[in-house]
C-alpha cells in the first residue's frame, strides 16, 4: 500500500496509519529513504543514511503488530539523527574531515531509548562541524540550506536536523544545543525544537564539545510531538553521571490547554536595540495571544544578560579545547601524512582535520586556560555564569515561564555573516543565557515576516518544569 503525503506525517497520523493498517513501517521506511535521497541534493540536510537499520526496526514493529503486541510509544516514526550522536555501525563524522570515516562502536543513550520505543533511525543530520557554529555553513562537507527559503541560512548548529523535519523528510529529528543550537535553527525554519534541563537527558553517546553545556534535544512539526519524545528519551542514566534523577511527567497527558491564571515573565533585555522590527512584532503577537488566553504578563529584568555572550563564549570554547584534544591522529581519527615527527602529526593532523571555526575556538580556549589567564577569564566567566542563574532563578520565583524571542533576526542569507565571527555569535544573545543556566526551553512558529521566513517565539521553563513549557506551547499552537 502506498503512503501517502509522507511529508506532513505526524506521530499520531503515522501510528493511526499502522493501527488501522493503511501502510505497514516498512512501506514507511521505504518511502522516507525514497523521499529523503530525492530531496537531499536540494537541501543538505543528510551527511548519511541508515536504510538497512531502519528497515530492520521497521521489520520488527510490524511483527510485533502482527503479534498483537506494544510497538511502542514512537512504532514506526522516522527519525533523523544529528551526525553529533552516535549510532552503533553508522558513521559519526561532527560534519569534520577529521572524523570522516569514523564509525560508531556503541549508540548513544537517548538514541537507544527511541529505537526501544520503535523509532526508525534513517540518517545522520547534516551540522556545523562538531556543533560549533549558528548557520550550519562551519559543515566540512556542504551547507545545508533552508527549506523556507533556500538562499537563506537553516540556523545552526543543528540545521540539517531542523531542516529535515521543515523539509518533511522526517518527522521527528534529535539535535544537540549549547547555546541555541536546537532553538535557533527550529525558529529559523518554522518547526519546534526543545532544550531540555541540563540532566533531563543522558549526553552518554553525544560527542562533546562543552560538556556543562552540551544537551540532546528534539525537533518536530508540532508540540505534542516533541513532547513525545523528550519523554521517551528522559530520565536518569547510570554512564551520564550528569543525568538528572528527577521524576518525568508524562508530558502528553499535559496538554490540556488550560493555561489560565499562568503568569508569565517578558524581560526588557530581550526586546531592546537590535532586534529586528519584524520579529518583534510577531513575538509581541504571540505574547497577546497568549493573554487572550488567560495568562498574565509580566514585566521582568534578567539583568546580566549583557554579558551572556562573553561569558558563554570564554566557557564554551575552554572546554572545546579540552575535549577536543582527543582528535590527535593517534586513536581514531585521521591522520596527517605529511609528518615525520609525533610532534609534527599531531599539529599537521589537527590543522587538516579541523575547519577555522574549530581551530578559532580551540585557540581562544587554549588561551583562556593557560596559566596567567585562567584566573581573569575562565574563572570570571564562571562566577557571571552564577549570576545569570541567579537571574532565571529570582525570575521564576515570581513567574510560571518566560516568553521572548528567540534570535534578534529571521534567517539570514548564506554567507551573509561568515566573515565576522562575533556577528554570528551574536545570533544567539537569546538562547545562551538559559543554556548558561541550565533550564529548559522551547522555540514554537509565531508567524513569519513580510518576506516569509518563519519566526518562533520562545518559552523558557524553570529547571526540569517542562511540563509547564509544552503546555503553554500547546496551548499557544492550538489557540
Given at each position: 500500500?502506498?503512503?501517502?503525503?509522507?511529508?506532513?506525517?505526524?506521530?499520531?497520523?503515522?501510528?493511526?496509519?499502522?493501527?488501522?493498517?493503511?501502510?505497514?513501517?516498512?512501506?514507511?521506511?521505504?518511502?522516507?529513504?525514497?523521499?529523503?535521497?530525492?530531496?537531499?541534493?536540494?537541501?543538505?540536510?543528510?551527511?548519511?543514511?541508515?536504510?538497512?537499520?531502519?528497515?530492520?526496526?521497521?521489520?520488527?514493529?510490524?511483527?510485533?503488530?502482527?503479534?498483537?503486541?506494544?510497538?511502542?510509544?514512537?512504532?514506526?516514526?522516522?527519525?533523523a539523527i544529528k551526525d553529533v550522536i552516535l549510532v552503533e555501525g553508522e558513521k559519526n563524522t561532527c560534519a569534520s574531515k577529521i572524523l570522516e570515516n569514523f564509525v560508531a562502536p556503541y549508540t548513544a543513550t537517548a538514541v537507544q531509548r527511541i529505537e526501544q520505543a520503535g523509532a526508525l533511525v534513517i540518517g545522520k543530520a547534516n551540522c556545523d562541524e562538531f556543533a560549533m557554529g549558528s548557520s550550519n555553513e562551519n559543515s566540512a562537507y556542504y551547507p545545508v540550506k533552508n527549506p523556507a527559503a533556500p538562499d537563506r541560512v537553516p540556523g545552526g548548529s543543528s540545521g540539517g536536523s531542523a531542516a529535515a523535519v521543515a523539509a518533511g523528510m522526517a518527522p521527528l529529528a534529535l539535535g544537540s544545543e549549547t547555546g541555541g543550537s536546537i532553538r535557533q535553527p527550529a525558529s529559523f525554519c518554522g518547526v519546534v525544537g526543545v532544550l531540555p534541563t541540563y540532566g533531563r537527558v543522558s549526553r552518554y553517546g553525544l560527542s562533546a564539545f562543552a560538556s556543562s553545556l552540551d544537551h540532546i534535544g528534539p525537533f518536530s512539526r508540532n508540540v505534542k510531538d516533541s513532547a513525545r519524545l523528550l519523554g521517551v528519551m528522559a530520565g536518569k542514566d547510570p554512564r551520564d553521571s550528569t543525568s538528572a534523577g528527577a521524576a518525568v511527567a508524562d508530558y502528553v497527558a499535559g496538554l490540556d490547554g488550560n493555561v489560565k491564571g499562568m503568569k508569565l515573565g517578558v524581560p526588557k533585555e530581550y526586546f531592546a536595540a537590535g532586534l529586528d522590527p519584524e520579529v518583534k512584532t510577531r513575538v509581541e503577537e504571540a505574547i497577546a495571544a497568549l493573554e487572550k488566553l488567560g495568562c498574565e504578563m509580566v514585566d521582568i529584568s534578567l539583568p546580566h544578560t549583557e554579558y551572556a555572550v562573553a561569558t558563554y563564549y570564554l566557557i564554551c570554547t575552554a572546554e572545546a579545547s579540552a575535549n577536543l584534544a582527543r582528535y590527535d591522529g593517534v586513536r581514531y581519527t585521521m591522520r596527517s601524512k605529511n609528518a615525520e615527527t609525533l610532534s609534527e602529526m599531531y599539529r599537521n593532523t589537527r590543522h587538516e582535520g579541523f575547519g577555522k571555526e574549530v581551530t578559532r575556538r580551540i585557540i581562544l580556549g587554549t588561551y583562556v586556560l593557560s596559566s596567567g589567564y585562567y584566573e581573569a577569564y575562565y574563572r570570571k566567566a564562571q562566577k557571571v555564569r552564577r549570576l545569570i542563574y541567579q537571574d532565571f532563578k529570582n525570575a521564576f520565583a515570581k513567574v510560571d515561564a518566560i516568553v521572548t524571542p528567540v534570535s534578534p533576526s529571521p534567517a539570514f542569507p548564506l554567507g551573509a555573516k561568515t566573515s565576522d565571527p562575533l556577528e554570528m555569535y551574536l545570533s544567539d544573545i537569546y538562547t545562551i543565557t538559559s543554556c548558561l543556566a541550565g533550564n529548559c526551553g522551547i522555540s514554537v512558529p509565531c508567524g513569519a515576516t513580510s518576506e516569509g521566513l518563519p519566526v518562533g517565539l520562545q518559552i523558557l521553563a524553570d529547571h526540569f518544569a517542562e511540563d509547564k513549557m509544552f503546555r503553554l506551547a500547546d496551548a499557544y499552537e492550538n489557540r
Open positions: 500500500m502506498a503512503v501517502d503525503n509522507y511529508s506532513s506525517l505526524t506521530v499520531d497520523a503515522i501510528q493511526q496509519g499502522l493501527r488501522s493498517k493503511a501502510f505497514s513501517a516498512v512501506e514507511i521506511a521505504q518511502e522516507a529513504q525514497r523521499f529523503c535521497e530525492a530531496e537531499n541534493p536540494t537541501y543538505g540536510a543528510f551527511l548519511s543514511f541508515c536504510a538497512a537499520r531502519a528497515l530492520n526496526a521497521a521489520e520488527a514493529v510490524d511483527k510485533k503488530l502482527a503479534d498483537g503486541e506494544d510497538p511502542g510509544a514512537l512504532a514506526g516514526v522516522p527519525i
